[in-house]
């Protein structure tokens, strides 16, 4: 029976939603876009969108006629602070939506008009062609008021009485859109080689047995080291990830009974509830400000176990910290980093970053292991690498962020094709589907492997091909760092495959962000006319000076009301100065607000 004679839309209960929970934004001011990010703001703002996106979302895939799909929304402000809650669908494969589902969500998410809602409504539900209820999977992450926002949600979808609410209640992003996708999987992934798990459960049993399984399969290729592995220590920003990562590490305990495969020990830290959320932690922070977490005091971290097995709830803090790593809010980006101490004096010890290893790094770690293995492959079968029959596409996928010497490397060292798009992990996804390979990453640590190469059958299993997931690329880096390259420390890593040029960010406050408008891949700013030309003189004027290249470029933020700078030079000093006349520029030329930017 279908839906359009078996189920009745209560329109009247969706219009009194509607009006229950109005538009905080004035209808003078602008409207709410769905960016990057999706829908992102101050949490005063989202009571009524989550309602809004709730109705929505119940019937939105029908125009695509996915009758069997389910879909997915994780509720979420990633790597901003405890002030800001944010919504973003997740296509029936796990990736995010199309630009013609997120003009629909922008355009009713802003109507006011209930006139319109009420002959909208009818219309689209009437119209539903399905044979059965889809299903809805809903998860949010740590934040206060998280929970509630995703009950303003259920009530939304609910009220359509079309869809079956699946609340998963707390995920990481990248579990959401991992559910999603094992949801579909007789339609998007691979038959045979990725085993079907769409549950949290399933997500933590399978990167737990594909990390072992990856490390058994290097250690059988080469010669494991004898020495003992490090201790990897990992900031989970005092968010989501936390608990995910403990989970993940007890389980690759259980799996891994008896110790049969040397593993490094995982030790998640900063737990929600120990400092704020993103605050002075997380790897926006490392990333961004170049300086090394907090690491607060894990008051949080119960239920521990040891490798034992048995309680151990007084984890003490290392003092090496030469093997770290952080995550974000909700647990898809990741960086690398050490440390060292400053100050030796007992009382006023301070550290610092040694070495920052982000998401180019790790994109030009996997790509080079990558290449590897697809060589590899080509000389067990025999196969003619010059045979357009025989050859597999490999491509890395970079934003204007990426290091210049990054980019360089990959295309000359790697022979691997480079391609530039605009920020923001769709436009990312999108081009890396276009290898037989795609590899793609944002220098901010958000990145994963699309891969349909079957000559690598161990690999697919341990990343997540929905979206950038900061669990199994620490667990993908983890079994490479220690078991293929042979015990690289990261600065072995950090220094082996090219030597990183001087970059800083800056961000300046804007009355209003949209104005600043860009070219395809956002190395050129289109509007306001004047920025360009004033930003290419500054870096002409600094060639000119300093006999050697630089560059600069901005853009406007997808989830703040700031435009954010990049420069890169080849020192430190250079780069920090090139960015704050650059950050000048934008706030003369775009309408900056408050004092301006300085390091």
């Not at 979808?157 to 579909?184: D, R, Y």
């Amino acid at each position: 029976m279908s839906n359009t004679s078996s189920n009745t839309v209560n329109v009247d209960k969706v219009l009194e939603l509607l009006e229950q929970y109005p538009l905080v934004l004035e209808p003078s001011k602008h409207q709410y876009g769905y960016g990057t990010a999706g829908f992102r703001f101050k949490v005063e703002h989202m009571a009524s969108i989550m309602v809004r996106v709730g109705i929505i979302s119940a019937y939105l895939f029908d125009d695509d006629n996915n009758e069997s799909n389910d879909m997915g929304v994780m509720i979420t402000a990633s790597h901003n602070d405890e002030s800001y809650n944010g919504v973003k669908l997740s296509n029936p494969d796990g990736s995010m939506i199309p630009s013609h589902l997120e003009t629909i969500l922008v355009q009713w998410v802003n109507e006011r008009n209930m006139d319109l809602w009420k002959n909208h409504l009818l219309q689209s539900t009437t119209t539903t062609t399905t044979t059965k209820k889809k299903i809805l999977h809903v998860g949010y992450d740590t934040r206060s008021h998280s929970p509630r926002l995703a009950d303003l949600l259920i009530q939304g979808a609910k009220a359509l009485n079309i869809v079956t609410i699946q609340n998963h209640g707390i995920l990481t992003t990248p579990m959401l859109h991992h559910i999603v996708l094992h949801s579909n999987a007789m339609k998007y992934l691979p038959k045979d080689i990725i085993p079907i798990c769409p549950t949290r459960n399933g997500y933590i049993q399978s990167m737990a047995k594909a990390y072992l399984d990856l490390i058994h399969a290097l250690n059988s290729t080469k010669s494991s080291s004898s020495s003992s592995l490090p201790v990897l220590l990992v900031d989970c920003a005092c968010g989501v990830g936390y608990e995910a990562l403990q989970q993940v590490v007890k389980q690759i305990i259980i799996t891994n009974s008896g110790n049969i495969i040397k593993t490094t020990k995982i030790l998640p830290w900063n737990p929600p509830g120990d400092g704020s959320l993103n605050i002075n932690c997380g790897s926006e922070h490392v990333q961004k400000q170049l300086q090394p977490p907090i690491w607060y005091n894990n008051n949080n971290n119960n239920n521990n176990k040891n490798d034992d097995g048995n309680d151990d709830t007084t984890q003490v803090l290392p003092s090496n910290q030469e093997y770290c790593c952080s995550i974000d809010g909700d647990a898809d980006r990741i960086v690398f980093f050490s440390t060292t101490t400053t100050d030796s004096s007992s009382n006023n010890k301070s550290t610092k970053l040694d070495c920052l290893l982000d998401g180019d790094k790790i994109a030009v770690l996997i790509g080079r292991f990558l290449k590897e293995q697809i060589t590899k492959a080509y000389n067990d079968s025999n196969l003619n690498h010059d045979n357009d029959n025989n050859k597999i596409t490999m491509g890395i996928v970079q934003t204007a962020y990426a290091n210049g010497a990054s980019t360089n490397y990959i295309q000359n060292e790697l022979n691997i094709p480079v391609v530039i798009t605009k920020t923001g992990v769709k436009y990312l996804h999108h081009a890396a589907l276009k290898f037989d390979v795609g590899i793609y990453f944002e220098a901010n640590g958000h990145g994963t492997v699309e891969s349909i190469c079957p000559a690598l059958t161990i690999l697919p299993r341990l990343i997540n091909p929905a979206v950038g997931d900061a669990i199994s690329d620490l667990l993908l880096v983890d079994a490479l760092l220690q078991h293929y390259y042979y015990g690289w420390t990261l600065y072995k890593w950090n220094t082996a495959l090219y030597t990183d040029l001087p970059s800083r960010q800056l961000k300046v406050n804007v009355h209003d962000r949209s104005i600043v408008q860009c070219n395809d891949n956002e190395t050129k700013c289109i509007t306001p006319i004047t920025l360009q030309p004033a930003l290419d003189e500054l870096i002409m004027a600094e060639q000119q000076k300093k006999k050697n290249s630089c560059r600069t470029f901005c853009r406007a933020s997808g989830t703040e009301n700031v435009v954010r700078v990049y420069a890169e030079a080849p020192t430190r000093e250079d780069a920090d100065r090139i960015a704050t006349m650059a950050a000048s520029i934008v706030y003369d030329h775009c309408g900056g607000v408050g004092p301006k930017s300085s390091i």
